[in-house]
Antibody, heavy 122, light 105 residues
Framework: QVQLQESGPGLVKPSQTLSLTCTVSGGSISSGSYYWSWIRQPAGKGLEWIGRIYTSGSTNYNPSLKSRVTISVDTSKNQFSLKLSSVTAADTAVYYC??????????????WGQGTLVTVSS | SSELTQDPAVSVALGQTVRITCQGDSLRSYYASWYQQKPGQAPVLVIYGKNNRPSGIPDRFSGSSSGNTASLTITGAQAEDEADYYCNSRDSSFRFGGGTKLTVL
């Protein structure tokens, strides 16, 4: 079965760029018509969708983060990545990657990675 | 409103039935998906669409929808069902509800 694993620095300085990678195992990132998403969760708070990418390279981003977010995919490595620029303390959160799928009038995320904590601090 | 609204907390006696609701305009166009999150763990999909359960999710979990409201029902709640539950739907973006903390008494 497909598994996802996030990786990247756990500490980022304010104003710098947060970079994370999600490695997909147990299946090809290019198989099916899935989309690949990033979702984050500040400590003690709810989930926030960041954006998604199809293996074609097509992307969609949360309007509230769009100016700072770039999601890319590397099918040869079975990975997709997140870059979030000009970070502040408000970007401190657990970041999850997840596979997205859709059906008749419904979208869902399954499976999810275990999550990685990114702290923004000097 | 493009937001999804959930009650912050709900409690249920062990073995009883509980309904967790999610309200939002996007639910008039799209079904919700529901996620269970236990402390320190990643969310897990429990229901999606009209009433679909992923493999491995107990059949005590079910979903329904009417108008702008989606519901997740747990019939015969177990101690291990104590968790945070989030709904999600699509409008121009993807949105999650604020989450409902379920306590099993």
């Amino acid at each position: 079965q497909v598994q996802l694993q996030e990786s990247g620095p756990g500490l980022v300085k304010p104003s710098q760029t947060l970079s994370l990678t999600c490695t997909v195992s147990g299946g090809s990132i290019s198989s099916g018509s899935y989309y690949w998403s990033w979702i984050r969760q500040p400590a003690g708070k709810g989930l926030e969708w960041i954006g998604r990418i199809y293996t074609s390279g097509s992307t969609n981003y949360n309007p509230s983060l769009k100016s700072r977010v770039t999601i890319s995919v590397d099918t040869s490595k079975n990975q997709f990545s997140l870059k979030l620029s000009s970070v502040t303390a408000a970007d401190t959160a657990v970041y999850y990657c997840a596979r997205g799928d859709y059906g008749d009038y419904v979208y869902w995320f399954d499976p999810w990675g275990q999550g990685t904590l990114v702290t923004v601090s000097s | 409103s493009s937001e999804l609204t959930q009650d912050p907390a709900v409690s249920v006696a062990l073995g009883q039935t509980v309904r967790i609701t999610c309200q939002g305009d996007s639910l008039r166009s799209y079904y919700a998906s529901w996620y269970q999150q236990k402390p320190g763990q990643a969310p897990v999909l429990v229901i999606y669409g009209k009433n679909n359960r992923p493999s491995g999710i107990p059949d005590r979990f079910s979903g329904s929808s009417s108008g702008n409201t989606a519901s997740l029902t747990i019939t015969g709640a177990q101690a291990e069902d104590e968790a945070d539950y989030y709904c999600n739907s699509r409008d121009s973006s993807f949105r999650f509800g604020g989450g409902t903390k379920l306590t099993v008494l």
